[in-house]
């Protein structure tokens, strides 16, 4: 991975920054949004429930834990109750157009930070569990009505009462999403037998796709920018649909290569064939070799669809045939074709690169070695092919899901089975002291400091999503996350997530502070959680000695309750009895 100034950057084990400790605890953090009543009417009070009594421990570390000055954050004003830092409208005039960079990352800098809380919306309450939140959601959380007036005749959404309902509509779906999947999975029959797990949606609206193909067993990362659209990701979060802020302008998306197996846009207005198609650049090499890419809309079934786009068929076959020229110049072939959708599948191995890509003068040209096809955070497109790496061709879809490919270099396949069996124990713990974790309380969860999605794959069978982020600065092993069949991207905690106020119900943290304490405010990354965390949320907390009483503070100055528990190896809780080596602390 490289910093965002091109520079390369050193990425130490995370055992090597680790503090030498002989206790460790892990912090369960109920989250009570600001004491209950102070931005919701009385009948809309949210309290935290306590989880599990306080365990203290008897024991002395080694070294003095970190200690801080408690400090009360204020509330910030109304006008912050959808504050994203790093993709701010109000910041929006400091960038240029030019391929909408504007609408790309440009967080604040330090002094511009915001040392308060986020309200929520007036009128704010729970979100409706999952299912039914996938057809419905309460208007207060989501007050927007530009959108539901300039979509309510494409059927996104509509306003009913209290709540907004979601139809399943969309521009080039009028029949409902369901029936525009079900044509896809006649051109695609991979979508039936396990070969496509994951998915990404460019442009994706409220991102009825995504949660239509979690019914089918495909796990779909929903990708939008803020826009002129209003919160199209708050919806689909709010909704319970894996969906992250992010647009395909000047900067790689944060996803390694050979990423998603399969990847949708649906009308989404990306001018794929301009800049020397750049972005389908993107969408290539974020793609699984034999990975599909699958677009409705504009030009594909422009023989009889011209008279809608204001254009003519003599342009609308023009721009059809520069876009079918330039996918076969990237090596991808035309694989199904029906009414309006199209499917495209890249080459899933290297003869057809090796054969195009030997003449010189061919475009777009092979990426030199100088960039790592994984490099993904603040890291500038360029106009060439990632060709894939051999060894990523050998990866079997569906039948080994478990199965990681050879880059995350532990020395052998013992201590990927290991870090998997330490993952089902810890799941466990954890669902008996938040019981929460499994039911329908709990549904958008993000593993803050993952390395090989263990935690997300041990509650897999759980009615839940985990977005895991791996950091840019931490060894690169996302690329065995998406292996696993599930989902991550990579992220700097040093800066604000690219997500909504209050979107994810659970956040975990397994050594982020011991890892990245160096770099990052722990204040910040603390703030940054309450952000992004809902009303009565948790935050699930692993970490040193060292931290603990810091952390606690800090979150005590946030209004969130602590409490502290034996790990899933600790011993039953007696009256003055010295505890084991690792600590369960909830707060």
Known sequence: MKHKDGKPVFHPDKKSRAVPMAIMFVV?????????????????????KDVAKVVSSSKESSTAPLQIKPTAFPECSSDYQDYTPCTDPKR???????????????????????????????????????????????????????????????????????????????????????????????????????????????GC???????????????????????????????????????????????????????????????????????????????????????????????????????????????????YDKLQELLTSMCFKLYDKKDDIA?????????????KLANTDAYPPKCDDSLEPDSAWYTPLRPCVVVPSPKNQEISHGVHPQMAREIFLVGSASVFKHDDSKW???????????????????????????????????????????????SSYAANTLPVVFDRGLIGTFHDWCEAFSTYPRTYDLLHLDGLFTAESHRCDMKNVLLEMDRILRPTGYAVIRESSYFVDAISTIAKGMRWSCRKENTEYGVEKEKDIDLPEETLVLL
Not at 33 to 44: A, N
Not at 101 to 123: A, N, S, W, Y
């Open 28 to 48: 369960l953090c109920g989250f009570s949004f600001y004491l209950g009543g102070i931005y919701c009417t009385e009948k809309d009070k949210i309290g935290a």
């Open 424 to 470: 089902k124990i810890r799941a466990k713990h954890y669902k008996k002291l938040l019981p929460a974790l499994g039911s329908d309380k709990i549904r958008n969860i993000m593993d803050m400091n993952t390395v090989y999605g263990g935690f997300a794959a041990a509650v897999i069978d759980d009615p839940l999503w985990v977005m895991n982020v791996v």
């Open 343 to 355: 499917v495209w599948q890249k080459a899933s191995d290297n003869s057809c690169y090796s054969k």
């Open 92 to 202: 929006w005039k400091k960038y240029g157009n030019h391929r909408l960079t504007f609408m790309e990352r440009h967080c604040p800098p330090v002094f511009e930070r915001k040392q308060c809380l986020i309200p929520p919306p007036d009128g704010y309450k729970p979100p409706i569990k999952w299912p039914k939140s996938r057809d419905q959601c309460w208007y207060r959380n989501v007050p927007y009505d530009w959108i539901n007036k300039q979509k309510s005749n494409q059927n996104w959404l509509r306003k009913e009462g209290d709540k907004f309902l979601f139809p399943g509509g969309g521009t080039m779906f009028p029949r409902g999403v369901g029936a525009y999947v079900d044509l896809m999975q006649d051109l695609i029959p991979e979508m039936k037998d396990g070969t496509i797990r994951t998915a990404i949606d460019t």
């Open 205 to 319: 609206g409220v991102a009825s796709w995504g949660g239509d193909l979690l019914d089918r067993g495909i796990l779909t990362v929903s990708l939008a920018p803020r826009d002129n659209h209003e919160a199209q990701v708050q919806f689909a979060l709010e909704r319970g649909i894996p969906a992250i802020l992010g647009i395909i302008s000047t900067q790689r998306l944060p996803f390694p290569s050979n990423a998603f197996d399969m990847a949708h846009c649906s009308r989404c207005l990306i001018p794929w064939t301009e800049f020397g198609g750049i972005y389908l650049l993107e969408v290539h090499r974020i793609l699984r070799p034999g990975g599909f890419w699958v677009l409705s809309g504009p030009p594909v079934n422009y023989e009889n669809r011209w008279r809608g786009w204001n254009t003519t068929v003599e342009e609308q076959k023009s721009d």
